[in-house]
């Protein structure tokens, strides 16, 4: 995958998750080029971390922000407790 969409719903999930994964960055999403956030991820640096590993180890991302990075402000998801929204 080039470029991943984060819905403004997942950002923080996605974060902790790359910053705790523990792996060399050349092995998470190694083909990702492009990473779209929504506005403001830049500023509070919530990919600070990932981004900087990721330039180190000579795999640059750029990171992009947008208003609606997934292009839904909503997204439903059937679970087997229910169906869970993400907003």
Known sequence: METLRVHGGLVGDLSRCLALDGEPPS???????TLVCPVGSRDDE????????????GLPIELIEDIFPAGELEYRFSTLAGMEYVS
């Open 27 to 33: 092995e998470i999403l190694p083909e990702l080029k």
């Open 46 to 57: 919530t990919f600070a971390t990932f981004v900087d590993d990721r330039e180190d180890a």
